[in-house]
């Protein structure tokens, strides 16, 4: 069974990346780290699918903001939590903005819709983004390949297949309970902000 999941990780594995750096990819980013070290992903195509579902999803809701601010669903992202405060903080400082978005977790999606909304113009956002999603990459696929390395100096020897697995799945419970824990308090922060105001 292990042997059949860590074949169909290899041969997809990199898709799966792309898609959820789309959004929040944090673990996924990480996970994708890990693997590299472990030689499950070639590294530099686990650093460049990072690089590329970061960067093209910030331009996909930068692009959505901007051209279609009038369909539902992005109608449905501006009445998140957080919209407004995103749409104020983009005004104010935008070139800060951009490259600080992804960093903030529940922010990411919302974010790229003010930056479409905004008055940015789009080769200064292509290029903050671009700026902001290389160092966003090398951050969190860095965290991956260290706790890769980390493992094998715990263990004490190169990790098999099952190692891997297990260590693998450990790191994307841990990074997910905490995104959802920190998204959670994100909102509940922005909804009292919102109340007061």
Not at 173 to 182: C, R, S
Request: net charge positive.
């Amino acid at each position: 069974m292990t042997d059949t999941i860590h074949t169909f990780i290899e041969q997809y594995g990199l898709i799966a990346v792309f898609v959820a750096c789309v959004a929040e990819g944090e673990t996924a980013a990480i996970l994708a780290g890990f693997f590299a070290h472990q030689g499950v992903f070639v590294p530099w195509q686990a650093f460049v699918a990072v690089f590329l579902g970061a960067f093209g999803g910030d331009a996909a809701f930068f692009l959505c903001g901007r051209r279609f601010a009038d369909r539902p669903f992005v109608q449905r992202l501006r009445s998140r939590p957080g919209f407004d405060r995103a749409f104020d903080l983009m005004q104010r400082h935008p070139a800060l903005y951009v490259i600080g978005n992804r960093y903030v977790y529940g922010f990411r999606l919302v974010g790229g819709v003010a930056a479409g909304m905004s008055g940015i113009a789009a080769p200064k956002f292509i290029v903050l983004n671009a700026i902001s999603a290389f160092v966003w990459t090398m951050l969190f696929g860095g965290i991956g390949y260290i706790f890769g390395l980390g493992a094998e100096q715990i263990i004490g020897d190169t990790l098999h297949r099952h190692q891997r697995l297990l260590v693998g799945l450990a790191i994307g419970i841990v990074v997910g309970l905490a995104g959802w824990y920190a998204s959670r308090h994100f909102s509940r922060r922005a909804a009292t902000v919102g109340d007061r105001g």
